[in-house]
C-alpha cells in the first residue's frame, strides 16, 4: 500500500511541472516512470501468487506490460545519479588512498632496479630475447631443451657478419693512418700501427665466422639436437631482427625511404614503439600457453620481462616523447582531398607534394613535419603569421 500510496502522490505532483525549470521536470518525470515500472513488475516478485501469471490472464498482462517496461524512455535523475557517483568515489578514495600510498613504497626500490636493468640496453634485449626463445621452445619443439640456445646463437653471429659489413660499407675513410689532428698531415705512428691491427683482426674474425658457419651448416656436425620447424625459424628470426640493434638501423632507415605520409616524417619515434609493442603482444601469446599446461613460473617471468618491462621501457624511451611531438600535430586536422585539389597540394614550407596535410584554423596546409618544426621556433602561422591558439 505504500508503494501505491507513493504513485498517486507522484501522479498529483505532475500538475505541478509547469512551475518547474526543465532539468526539474526532467528528474520528476523520471523518477514517476521508474516507480511506475516497478508497481508493474510488483506481481512478477509475489512468490505465492506468481503461479497465477502462467495463465492466459497472466499471460496477457505481460503482453502488456512488459513491452512498455523494455521500451520506456529511462532517464534517470541525473543529480542524483552524480550525487551518488561522487560519494562512492570518495569513500573509495579514503579506503584506497592509504594502501596505494603504502604499495609505492614498497615497489619504490623494484622500480629503481628495474629502471637501471633496462638502462642496460644490451643485457636487457639479450634477456629479452633468450625468454622468448625458450618460450617459443616449449610451446612450439616441447621435446627439444637447447633449439634456444643453437638458434639465438646462429643468430648473433648473423647480426655480426651484418654489421661488420654494414661498417665497411659506410666506412669513409679508407685510410689505415690515424692524424695528429683533423687538418694536420702528422701521423701518430702508434695509433696508426693500433688502428690497423683492429682492422685486420675484425677481418680475420669476419672470414673465421663465416667459414665456421658454411661448416657447421654443410657438414652439419654437432646439430643432432637441433631441429628447428620452419614456424619456429620464421617466429624466432622475426622477434630476433625487431630487437636487434642493427637489424632495427635497417628496418627504420627503409622505413624511412619509404616516406609514409601517415607516419609524417616521425618514423625515428613510430618504429621503436611498434617494434616494441610487437614483441610484448607475440611474448604473451607464446606465455599465456604455458599457464595452460601449468608451468606458472616460466609464464611469469616471461610475461614480467618480457611484457611488463618491454611495455614499461617503451614508455619511459619512446611512447612518451612520440604522444609529445604527436600532441602538437594532433591539433590541427588533416585536409581533406578536395582541399588538397582546390588549394595546390605543394607544401610552402618545403615546396613538395603532399599526399597527406595538416590544415590551420587560417585555412594554411602544410606537411606534418613542416608544421612540427616551424612550430618550434613559432607559434605563428608560417604564411600570415596569425598566432594559432591551443586550446
Not at 696508426?192 to 651448416?217: D, G, H, N, P, R
Not at 637441433?226 to 642493427?246: A, G, S
Not at 610487437?278 to 618480457?306: D, E
Not at 582546390?342 to 606534418?368: N, Q, Y
Request: with cysteine.
Amino acid at each position: 500500500m505504500g508503494m501505491i500510496t507513493r504513485f498517486r502522490a507522484r501522479l498529483h505532483a505532475l500538475q505541478a511541472l509547469a512551475k518547474l525549470d526543465p532539468q526539474a521536470q526532467a528528474e520528476k518525470t523520471a523518477q514517476t516512470v521508474c516507480l511506475l515500472s516497478v508497481v508493474l513488475l510488483l506481481p512478477y516478485l509475489a512468490g505465492g501468487h506468481a503461479s497465477i501469471l502462467v495463465g492466459g490472464v497472466g499471460l496477457g498482462y505481460s503482453c502488456l506490460v512488459l513491452p512498455m517496461v523494455i521500451s520506456a524512455n529511462y532517464r534517470y535523475p541525473v543529480s542524483l545519479l552524480k550525487a551518488f557517483a561522487v560519494n562512492v568515489q570518495e569513500r573509495c578514495e579514503y579506503i584506497a588512498q592509504p594502501l596505494l600510498d603504502f604499495l609505492r613504497r614498497i615497489y619504490g626500490p623494484l622500480d629503481i632496479v628495474e629502471r637501471a636493468f633496462m638502462r642496460m640496453t644490451n643485457i636487457f634485449t639479450l634477456v629479452n630475447q633468450l625468454i622468448f626463445f625458450v618460450l617459443c621452445d616449449r610451446v612450439l619443439l616441447p621435446n627439444q631443451r637447447v633449439t634456444a640456445l643453437y638458434s639465438l646463437m646462429f643468430y648473433n653471429v648473423t647480426a655480426y657478419c651484418v654489421s661488420y659489413i654494414k661498417e665497411l660499407v659506410e666506412k669513409e675513410d679508407w685510410s689505415p693512418w690515424v692524424r695528429m689532428t683533423d687538418h694536420s698531415n702528422i701521423k701518430h705512428l702508434a695509433m696508426s700501427a693500433t688502428k690497423i691491427v683492429l682492422e685486420w683482426t675484425k677481418a680475420v674474425t669476419f672470414v673465421i665466422t663465416v667459414v665456421f658457419m658454411l661448416l657447421v651448416f654443410g657438414l652439419e656436425q654437432g646439430l643432432e639436437h637441433y631441429k628447428p620447424t620452419i614456424f619456429y625459424n620464421v617466429v624466432t628470426w622475426l622477434y630476433y631482427i625487431v630487437t636487434e640493434k642493427v637489424f632495427v638501423e635497417l628496418l627504420l632507415a627503409f622505413i624511412t625511404y619509404l616516406q609514409l605520409p601517415e607516419l609524417e616524417s616521425l618514423e625515428s619515434l613510430w618504429v621503436p614503439v611498434i617494434f616494441r609493442a610487437f614483441t610484448a603482444v607475440i611474448s604473451f601469446l607464446f606465455a599465456a600457453p604455458l599457464i595452460l599446461y601449468g608451468q606458472y613460473r616460466s609464464a611469469f617471468i616471461a610475461i614480467y620481462v618480457n611484457v611488463y618491462l618491454r611495455y614499461k621501457e617503451m614508455k619511459l624511451n619512446s611512447l612518451n616523447s612520440l604522444n609529445q611531438e604527436r600532441a602538437v600535430l594532433t591539433q590541427f586536422r588533416y585536409a581533406t582531398d578536395e582541399e588538397l585539389t582546390e588549394f595546390d597540394d605543394v607544401c610552402a614550407v618545403c615546396l613538395s607534394p603532399m599526399k597527406l596535410a595538416r590544415i590551420t584554423p587560417c585555412h594554411h596546409m602544410f606537411h606534418g613535419e613542416c608544421l612540427r618544426q616551424c612550430l618550434k621556433s613559432s607559434d605563428h602561422c608560417p604564411i600570415c603569421k596569425r598566432e594559432l591558439k591551443f586550446d
